[in-house]
């Protein structure tokens, strides 16, 4: 169900299943960060860093079947956060598309290439030496972006190309992720940025 959508790199979206229930608020260029994951702490940490490195304000709360596990609230989170990006880029002729980070933490090192084009590919490369991080799976990162990434529209591939400790090389790729998309988001006046005129 969409809430509001002004086409002002602003949107607000909301979604309810037999298994989870999400509202977000997001603004692409810049606001408070509030967000009430159910208990999620680890996956809250990196939608901070997500939303900090790619300068959104962000609103988000997820109630979630939490006692069978955090796959739904997590994939679901993806996929109402995709749908929100989407809709707060209304026809796709504003913005810069493409952006690229590299991101070292301590002995990890993370890379981020992004096209905000309507064409959806996630690709993930990532040997999490640890397979858990607190409670959180790293297995979900992977369902997280691909949710994220089929419902805005984005072409994201995410590398961690090397570490030694699963939560650095996890944060790492968030925070390339996020700086990757504040460049491809920026706003860009003179219509979409493209050969073929529209996106």
């Not at 679901?76 to 809709?87: F, H, K, M, P």
């Not at 993370?110 to 790293?138: H, N």
């Amino acid at each position: 169900m969409v809430l509001k959508n002004d086409f002002l790199r602003r949107a607000k979206y909301e979604r309810a299943t037999s298994e989870t229930s999400i509202s977000v608020s997001l603004n692409l260029d810049g606001g408070d960060i509030n967000l009430d994951l159910n208990g999620l702490g680890f996956f809250t940490h990196m939608l901070q860093t997500l939303a900090r490195y790619a300068g959104w304000g962000l609103d988000l709360k997820v109630r979630g079947d939490g006692l069978v596990d955090d796959h739904h609230s997590v994939e679901d989170s993806g996929l109402v956060l995709g749908e929100a990006l989407n809709l707060s880029l209304g026809d796709f002729s504003s913005h810069q598309r493409f952006g690229w980070a590299l991101v070292p933490m301590d002995e990890c090192l993370a890379e981020a290439a992004l096209d905000v084009c309507r064409r959806p590919y996630f690709k993930l490369e990532a040997d999490w030496p640890q397979p858990v991080c607190g409670t959180f799976e790293l297995c979900l990162v992977e369902e997280f972006f691909r949710a994220l990434t089929q419902k805005a529209g984005w072409t994201l591939h995410l590398i961690v190309r090397r570490g030694r400790n699963s939560h650095h090389m996890c944060e790492a790729a968030f925070k390339a992720a996020g700086l990757a998309a504040r460049q491809a988001l920026r706003a860009h006046a003179g219509g979409a940025f493209s050969t073929k005129g529209v996106l």
